[in-house]
Nanobody, 127 residues
Framework: QVQLVESGGGLVQAGGSLRLSCAGS????????MGWFRQAPGKEREFVAA????????YYADSVKGRFTISRDNAKNTVYLQMNSLKPEDTAVYYC????????????????????WGQGTQVTVSS
């Protein structure tokens, strides 16, 4: 089992940057693919980015491509989401999630592939 704790959220002006962290527990953390999702008020949870267990492949939603970067440090059991050029529409609760299976461009956005979820961290971007 993996427990996930997100941090790094906050209030930032449009055009600013934030880096989210997701700390995982358990010796098997490095074997999980990881993803970031977000949910804005009144909207469904949506895929943001994902990374394979080795970090060799990454996947992004079109809405964040070129602005967000996902990375991981398996020695620290941590996954990061660097968010640059933030927009008001990026405002949401951001969740990290762990996937025990492989990921590909075809399935990384499917939240059903992720079995463990963190509690979320609020990101608010003001205009």
């Amino acid at each position: 089992q993996v427990q996930l704790v997100e941090s790094g959220g906050g209030l930032v002006q449009a055009g600013g940057s934030l880096r989210l962290s997701c700390a995982g527990s358990g010796r098997t953390f490095s074997t999980y693919a990881m993803g970031w999702f977000r949910q804005a008020p009144g909207k469904e949870r949506e895929f943001v980015a994902a990374i394979t267990w080795s970090g060799s492949s990454t996947y992004y939603a079109d809405s964040v491509k070129g602005r967000f970067t996902i990375s991981r440090d398996n020695a620290k059991n941590t996954v990061y989401l660097q968010m640059n050029s933030l927009k008001p529409e990026d405002t949401a609760v951001y969740y990290c999630a762990a996937c025990p299976w492989g990921l590909s461009s075809a399935n990384s956005a499917s939240y059903t592939r992720y079995t463990y979820w963190g509690q979320g961290t609020q990101v608010t971007v003001s205009s």
